[in-house]
């Protein structure tokens, strides 16, 4: 069966980049786009942006522009996201999720989320 | 950015009852309308992909309608393990934007 598993809580202070892994199984991993999202504390959900495992291909949302980098493990069905800068703001469960079917965009498999807390 | 508003942004109901949850995109997203439940602690789970199928497992009692612009959402009979929080997300417009949410509980 597909499963994402994602890498463990994470303490930041302010400026720090955090990297945050995303390890899949149970499926062609080269054949689904693999999506961050991120929910801060008590709000709703926010899509950061989307990975290509195939050609390492990224589209980030204008917000984020800049300050994430998602790529691919060289040797394993990982993708990593990194966020830099980090602020307070960014304290948030960080999600990464694979599509439906291939290139559809609905969010049908998620990770167990990985909590991030920046604080000086 | 595409808008998606959602209501009601919270809800108190009976086991049994009937609940319906709206989302209004601020654009024509034809059927690129998902719905996700999510409970605390949990990452959120599909339920509906193009705003009306329903995804593989789910039950029945859930359902949704709608194109355009505008999306329901429906329970047709409330159960206790549907206490979570509801999401809508609009998959045609990168940002993939969601929805509020409605939290949805018993009375």
């Known amino acids: 069966q597909v499963q994402l598993v994602q890498s463990g809580a994470e303490v930041k202070k302010p400026g720090a980049s955090v990297q945050i892994s995303c390890e899949a199984s149970g499926y062609t991993f080269s054949n689904y786009y693999i999506h961050w999202l991120r929910q801060a504390p008590g709000q709703g959900l926010e899509w950061m942006g989307i990975?290509?495992?195939?050609?390492?291909?990224?589209t980030y949302s204008q917000k984020f522009q800049g300050r994430v980098a998602m790529t691919r493990g060289t040797s394993t069905n990982t993708v990593y996201m990194e966020v830099s800068g980090l602020r307070s703001e960014d304290t948030a469960v960080y999600y990464c999720?694979?599509?439906?079917?291939?290139?559809?965009?609905?969010?049908?498999?998620w990770g167990q989320g990985t909590q991030v807390l920046v604080s000086s | 950015d595409i808008q998606m508003t959602q209501s009601p942004s919270s809800l108190s109901t009976s086991v049994g009852d009937r609940v319906t949850i709206t989302c209004q995109a601020s654009q024509d997203i034809t059927n690129f309308l998902n719905w996700y439940q999510q409970k605390p602690g949990k990452a959120p789970k599909l339920l509906i992909y193009e705003a009306v199928n329903l995804e593989t497992g789910v039950p029945s009692r859930f359902s949704g309608s709608g194109s355009g612009t505008h999306f329901t959402f429906t329970i047709s009979s409330l159960q206790p393990e549907d206490v979570a929080t509801y999401y809508c997300?609009?998959?045609?417009?990168?940002?993939?934007?969601f929805g509020q949410g409605t939290k949805l509980d018993i009375k």
């Open positions: 997300q609009q998959n045609d417009n990168i940002p993939y934007t």
């Open positions: 990975f290509n495992p195939s050609g390492g291909t990224t």
């Open positions: 999720a694979r599509d439906r079917l291939i290139g559809d965009y609905v969010l049908a498999h």
